[in-house]
């Protein structure tokens, strides 16, 4: 399609499965346009794509063992996560392939299990894999489909994530439950990591939600500063963000969406940005801060953040929506205390990497 190769994975389902299933008439619109040459880039076409996105996670594993059999490992992830391969190769030789491993994010699944978060992706091993593609083979060892998403087609049905069903799949058929690594898979993208203990001296193997620029830029980046001595780590990358340089301040920006806490309520912090600095940089808590609707909001940890137009959100109660705020008011002012933060990373210089050992006591 448009010079690229496109695998349908979701059209490894039973054809009977999916002709009259209204979870997928939008697959068969989009099938039909890539056949009358009417499915192009840029035409609005309302293809409800999250909610077709379940039906690929089981198919993509039986597709994966059948296109490339017997291979070690088999590495999982979205177009737009992106994978420090080097630190992946490191992880993954410590570990027998020839034992049933699932690797990812931990994140709740089904009935009181653990599934690996599918937007940071997820790793199983060679005998993993073979345990849930053993039906999808007869004893002569021809493919007869992908019977791992025939049995859990009801399942899948009912559940609003494929990652989710694929936890569960493993659990009972490969009789293997997750190994958590977060976060060395990390569910954040890039401009929000929020750095602190938990994201410093572990090291990165996959963000997501990352811009096509920062796909570019930071595996030259990566590429550019490589150590063969020690793995990328987390502490690494406020480098490439210039998180320890500046700016200081940023315009309709906004830093806070994540491990905010409220300044004082009463205090000076929330009549200004100025003020609102001040008093993040006399509190050992805070990191950086953002001022908007006369509001002060610090933070525990320090993260690039992204632009943010002047609005007064939806989630605010009506009394604050009626306010008659000026403009300057509802514009997002974010700050940092980069003295503080170049403070607070020089007493971590990561002298040990942290290799984290699976656990589900660690999560997201």
């Known amino acids: 399609m448009e010079g690229y190769e496109v695998i349908d994975i979701v059209g490894d389902q039973r054809p009977a499965f999916i002709e009259g299933n209204e979870q997928f008439f939008d697959y068969v619109a989009q099938r039909e346009m890539k056949e009358n040459g009417t499915l192009k880039s840029g035409k609005d076409t309302r293809i409800k794509g999250w909610e077709l996105d379940k039906f690929k996670f089981l198919p993509q594993v039986s597709r994966a063992w059948r296109m490339?059999?017997?291979?070690?490992?088999?590495?999982?992830?979205?177009?737009?996560?992106?994978?420090?391969?080097?630190?992946?190769?490191?992880?993954?030789?410590?570990?027998?392939?020839?034992?049933?491993?699932?690797?990812?994010?931990?994140?709740?699944?089904?009935?009181?299990?653990?599934?690996?978060?599918?937007?940071?992706?997820?790793?199983?091993?060679?005998?993993?894999?073979?345990?849930?593609?053993?039906?999808?083979?007869?004893?002569?060892?021809?493919?007869?489909?992908?019977?791992?998403?025939?049995?859990?087609?009801?399942?899948?049905m009912h559940d609003c994530c494929g990652d989710s069903v694929l936890g569960w799949a493993l659990h009972q058929d490969a009789q293997t439950n997750l190994s958590g690594l977060w976060p060395m898979f990390n569910p954040h993208p890039l401009h929000g990591v929020p750095f602190s203990d938990l994201y410093w001296c572990q090291p990165a193997i996959s963000m997501h939600h990352v811009r096509a620029e920062d796909m570019a830029g930071l595996r030259k980046w990566e590429?550019?500063?490589?150590?063969?001595?020690?793995?990328?780590?987390?502490?690494?990358?406020?480098?490439?963000?210039?998180?320890?340089?500046?700016?200081?301040?940023?315009?309709?920006?906004?830093?806070?969406?994540?491990?905010?806490?409220?300044?004082?309520?009463?205090?000076?912090?929330?009549?200004?940005?100025?003020?609102?600095?001040?008093?993040?940089?006399?509190?050992?808590?805070?990191?950086q801060w953002t001022w908007h609707l006369r509001t002060?909001?610090?933070?525990?940890?320090?993260?690039?953040?992204?632009?943010?137009?002047?609005?007064?959100?939806?989630?605010?109660?009506?009394?604050?929506?009626?306010?008659?705020?000026?403009?300057?008011?509802?514009?997002?002012?974010?700050?940092?205390?980069?003295?503080?933060i170049k403070e607070w990373a020089r007493g971590r210089e990561c002298s040990t990497v942290q290799w984290v050992r699976p656990s589900l006591q660690r999560i997201f």
């Open 68 to 156: 490339r059999p017997e291979k070690r490992w088999y590495v999982f992830f979205e177009d737009d996560t992106y994978v420090v391969w080097d630190n992946m190769f490191r992880l993954l030789t410590n570990f027998d392939a020839d034992k049933p491993w699932y690797f990812g994010s931990p994140s709740p699944g089904f009935a009181g299990t653990w599934m690996a978060n599918g937007g940071p992706g997820f790793v199983l091993s060679r005998e993993a894999v073979r345990r849930l593609v053993a039906q999808d083979f007869d004893k002569n060892g021809i493919f007869v489909g992908s019977k791992l998403s025939e049995r859990w087609e009801n399942h899948t």
């Open 223 to 287: 590429e550019s500063r490589r150590d063969a001595r020690r793995p990328l780590l987390w502490a690494d990358l406020p480098d490439y963000l210039n998180l320890t340089r500046g700016p200081a301040k940023r315009e309709d920006w906004m830093n806070s969406d994540w491990d905010g806490f409220p300044a004082p309520p009463g205090s000076d912090a929330h009549k200004s940005f100025d003020e609102c600095g001040k008093a993040c940089k006399a509190d050992p808590n805070c990191f």
């Open 296 to 340: 002060c909001q610090f933070t525990h940890s320090f993260r690039l953040g992204q632009p943010r137009a002047p609005e007064v959100e939806d989630w605010r109660s009506e009394e604050e929506k009626l306010h008659p705020w000026t403009r300057e008011e509802k514009r997002f002012l974010a700050g940092w205390d980069i003295d503080y």
